[in-house]
T-cell receptor, first 112, second 115 residues
Framework: AQKITQTQPGMFVQEKEAVTLDCTYDTSDPSYGLFWYKQPSSGEMIFLIYQGSYDQQNATEGRYSLNFQKARKSANLVISASQLGDSAMYFCAMKEGNKLTFGTGTQLKVEL | EADIYQTPRYLVIGTGKKITLECSQTMGHDKMYWYQQDPGMELHLIHYSYGVNSTEKGDLSSESTVSRIRTEHFPLTLESARPSHTSQYLC??????????????FGSGTQLSVL
């Protein structure tokens, strides 16, 4: 079974608009961490945001926020005020114990 | 900011050659990882290390080997490259974040093409 599911292979958003990238996860471990990474066309992976399973508040980092719905096992990334430089591949990942598992990614394209 | 370096950035070689992909980090991180990623696909963990002289195989079976003789250096070696090894290889290191959860810092990757 897929541990991390990203159902949107590609998304388009207009500059300055907000966009939500979906991520659902599957785990029976009560203690886990959720991450979002950005991968531009240059290939490097850039850490964006982290949410712990016991965190009461949704994580925020600048224009990035994580909409954590524990009962639904979802951890959607919200990017506010999209910029052209946000065009990239976005990966959701989950850490259980020593293992970090990535989803298949969502390709985001920001348009003028 | 993270200081983790991979060389070469691109490599095109013939079948049967022995190659080593280099990865170095200057942050003093104990934990280092190698991921393999095909175009448009998710990352798969192939090797990891929790410190000097410690190496483990990851989730995805790989014919490559790794070594960790120094904290800062985690090279990956293919003894005899084949076209099926064509992929992007990403190196990462991590620092503890809120206890057991870690933030990974990634290198720029090595795009390997085996002809």
């Amino acid at each position: 079974a897929q541990k991390i599911t990203q159902t949107q292979p590609g998304m388009f958003v207009q500059e300055k608009e907000a966009v939500t990238l979906d991520c659902t996860y599957d785990t029976s471990d009560p203690s886990y961490g959720l991450f979002w990474y950005k991968q531009p066309s240059s290939g490097e992976m850039i850490f964006l945001i982290y949410q712990g399973s016991y965190d009461q508040q949704n994580a925020t980092e600048g224009r990035y926020s994580l909409n954590f719905q524990k009962a639904r096992k979802s951890a959607n990334l919200v990017i506010s005020a999209s910029q052209l430089g946000d065009s990239a591949m976005y990966f959701c990942a989950m850490k259980e114990g020593n293992k970090l598992t990535f989803g298949t990614g969502t390709q985001l394209k920001v348009e003028l | 900011e993270a200081d983790i370096y991979q060389t070469p950035r691109y490599l095109v070689i013939g079948t049967g050659k022995k190659i080593t992909l280099e990865c170095s980090q200057t942050m003093g991180h104990d934990k280092m990882y190698w991921y393999q990623q095909d175009p448009g696909m998710e990352l798969h963990l192939i090797h990891y290390s929790y410190g000097v002289n410690s190496t483990e195989k990851g989730d995805l079976s790989s014919e490559s080997t790794v070594s960790r003789i120094r904290t800062e250096h985690f090279p990956l070696t293919l003894e005899s490259a084949r076209p099926s090894h064509t992929s992007q290889y990403l190196c990462a290191s991590s620092v503890g974040l809120k206890g057991r959860y870690e933030k990974l810092f990634f290198g720029s990757g090595t795009q390997l093409s085996v002809l």
